[in-house]
């Protein structure tokens, strides 16, 4: 398995309250993606970077924000929490070298509860 | 963006039994890509094929491509309990300069291995 890690696993909290997914990896990956997925349906890209000090939204129109100061670190934060924004999130890098041909390594994601 | 779309969405055999799961999409790709997801948990790299590859094995798992009719098909052979998971395929976006690192994932299909 890959060395990319995410916290929490599990997240039950009220409706306005700000929010921050942590994902981090070990791998040295230049390249970084969060993905939204609700249950048994498909992933939808939300975020990605590709390096320190960049981000882009994905095709999914999201209203997290995320950051990308670290190369290992890449946090989503969700200012003020809906019903709608419950789902699971996941968190995924994959290696520096052109192309696309590289697989990416995912987390286990946060399975996160607006009440 | 495309999107792969596999078929069946569900699939339940008997173990020692293949499974075969299909992928479809619909525009030019560099690479299509299968990953396994089991319950609660991210995505693994199951299986990468290239453009210009048409068959591709990895232990028990055997991919084919074929671009003219923009498919793929994930065969398992010998199933066993433990291949119980969701299987998606995800296509990269050809020639879409920036964006080129990107996956996208088509719904899955449900694989029940029954002991």
């Known amino acids: 398995e890959a060395d990319i890690y995410q916290t929490p696993r599990y997240l039950v909290i009220g409706t306005g309250k700000k929010i921050t997914l942590e994902c981090s990896q070990t791998m040295g990956h230049d390249k970084m993606y969060w993905y939204q997925q609700d249950p048994g349906m498909e992933l939808h890209l939300i975020h990605y970077s590709y390096g320190v000090n960049s981000t882009e939204k994905g095709d999914l129109s999201s209203e997290s924000t995320v950051s990308r100061i670290r190369t290992e670190h890449f946090p989503l934060t969700l200012e003020s929490a809906r019903p709608s924004h419950t789902s699971q999130y996941l968190c995924?890098?994959?290696?520096?070298?052109?192309?696309?041909?590289?697989?990416?390594?995912f987390g286990d994601g946060t399975r996160l509860s607006i009440l | 963006s495309q999107q792969g779309e596999e078929d069946p969405q569900a699939l339940s055999i008997q173990e020692g039994e293949n499974a075969t799961m299909n992928c479809s999409y619909k525009t030019s790709i560099n690479n299509l890509q299968w990953y396994r997801q089991n319950s609660g948990r991210g995505l693994v790299h199951l299986i990468l094929i290239r453009s210009n590859e048409r068959e591709k094995h990895s232990g028990r798992l055997r991919v084919t491509l074929d671009t003219s009719k923009k498919s793929s098909s994930l065969l398992i052979t010998a199933s066993r309990a433990a291949d119980t998971a969701s299987y998606f395929c995800?296509?990269?976006?050809?020639?879409?300069?920036?964006?080129?690192?990107?996956?996208?994932f088509g719904k899955g299909t449900k694989l029940s291995v029954i002991p």
């Open positions: 995924a890098s994959s290696e520096n070298e052109r192309g696309s041909y590289q697989p990416q390594h």
């Open positions: 995800a296509t990269d976006d050809y020639g879409s300069g920036a964006g080129s690192y990107q996956l996208t």
